[in-house]
């Protein structure tokens, strides 16, 4: 039972546009949030958190939307640039079990120069 | 280095065979995570440690796997008799576990089961 889920394998953008990514959660009980990159034959990397006491997270170029009501969230790169071609994985952790991370299937990001 | 360290990299076997898998964590990080990725998937939890003891061994598919932290540092995963279905890349993460948190994985080591 995937209880994360990215349901874009795939997405192309134009270098220094918007990339969003997207990621629905079933359990309403995840309270924690983050996203990771991964390049190939490498493990993932941490790229931003948000908890779910707010509904927005900035860390430069990259913002988290959290929407706790429609159980969504994404992640917004601008600009987008070709080195941040990658697959990114959105997890989630309950409430009582913060040490157990639930990660949806990857969204691969290209950007196109 | 500074990292998350996995051995071996790469690793092939015959169906019916035992494999180890060794995991380095960062230096000072209590916390201890495997975690299995299939082609197309994302990050399966298996099991999580804090110091020396497992403690949410609840991702373990069945029997046949099994993890230890003799020293609270190292973590070996063990795998018996495997199967087709264990080929995958089992990814070793850790972090300080002061709340939630980041994970800080290593580049993993791919199971392939002949």
């Known amino acids: 039972d995937q209880q994360v889920k990215q349901n874009s394998p795939s997405l192309s953008v134009q270098e220094g546009r918007i990339s969003i990514l997207n990621c629905d959660y079933t359990?309403?009980?995840?309270?924690?949030f983050l996203w990771y990159k991964k390049y190939p034959a490498e493990g993932p990397t941490f790229l931003i958190s948000i908890s779910s006491i707010k509904d927005k997270n900035e860390d430069g170029r990259f913002t988290v939307f959290l929407n706790k009501s429609a159980k969504h969230l994404s992640l917004h790169i601008v600009p987008s640039q070709p080195g941040d071609s990658a697959v990114y994985f959105c997890?989630?952790?309950?409430?009582?079990?913060?040490?157990?991370?639930?990660f949806g299937s990857g969204t691969k990001l290209n950007v196109k120069p | 280095g500074a990292g998350v360290s996995q051995t071996p990299s790469n690793k092939v076997t015959e169906k019916g065979k035992y494999v180890e898998l060794r995991c380095d964590p960062i230096s000072g990080h209590t916390a201890l995570y495997w975690y299995r990725q299939s082609l197309g998937q994302g990050p399966e939890f298996l099991i999580y440690f804090q110091g020396t003891g497992a403690a949410d061994d609840s991702g373990l598919p069945n029997d046949r796997f099994f993890a230890v932290r003799p020293e609270g540092s190292v973590s070996t995963l063990k795998i018996q008799r495997t199967e087709r279905g264990d080929s995958a890349v089992y990814l070793c993460a850790s972090s300080l576990d002061r709340g939630p948190g980041e994970l800080f994985f290593g580049e993993g080591s791919r199971l392939t089961v002949l």
């Open positions: 997890a989630a952790s309950l409430i009582d079990n913060f040490n157990k991370f639930y």
């Open positions: 359990n309403s009980m995840f309270d924690y």
